[in-house]
């Protein structure tokens, strides 16, 4: 069993920052690509940002140059650093992964329970 646990979220003023964390824990033999997706209330979920196994990214269109995705491959984590943050960046977070659990098994894709930003004055 593969668990996503993401922490970070909370309320912050317009122009401020946050960092959120996804932990990845359980039967992990490899992890390849993981990712941020937002929904906001009556809108699709969609991308924010995604990281490859060799580090490469991609953003959505609206957060780059303010955010910024990376990873830490020994301690299993994804972390999205959001700097000059605005209203319409609030959302409900959400990490995704791609983990293979055995050598031998294809990988799964997994989502974590979400993590609300809201930016407010």
């Known amino acids: 069993q593969v668990q996503l646990v993401e922490s970070g979220g909370g309320l912050v003023q317009p122009g401020g920052s946050l960092r959120l964390s996804c932990a990845a824990s359980g039967s992990i033999f490899m992890i390849s690509a993981m990712g941020w997706y937002r929904q906001a209330p009556g809108k699709e979920r969609e991308l924010v940002a995604h990281?490859?196994?060799?580090?490469?990214?991609t953003y959505a269109d609206s957060v780059k140059g303010r955010f910024t995705i990376s990873r830490d491959n020994a301690k299993n984590t994804v972390y999205l650093q959001m700097n000059n943050l605005k209203p319409e960046d609030t959302a409900v977070y959400y990490c995704?992964?791609?983990?293979?659990?055995?050598?031998?098994?294809?990988?799964?894709?997994?989502w974590g329970q979400g993590t609300q930003v809201t930016v407010s004055s």
């Open positions: 990281i490859t196994s060799d580090r490469s990214t």
């Open positions: 995704n992964a791609d983990i293979s659990s055995d050598y031998f098994n294809p990988a799964y894709n997994y």
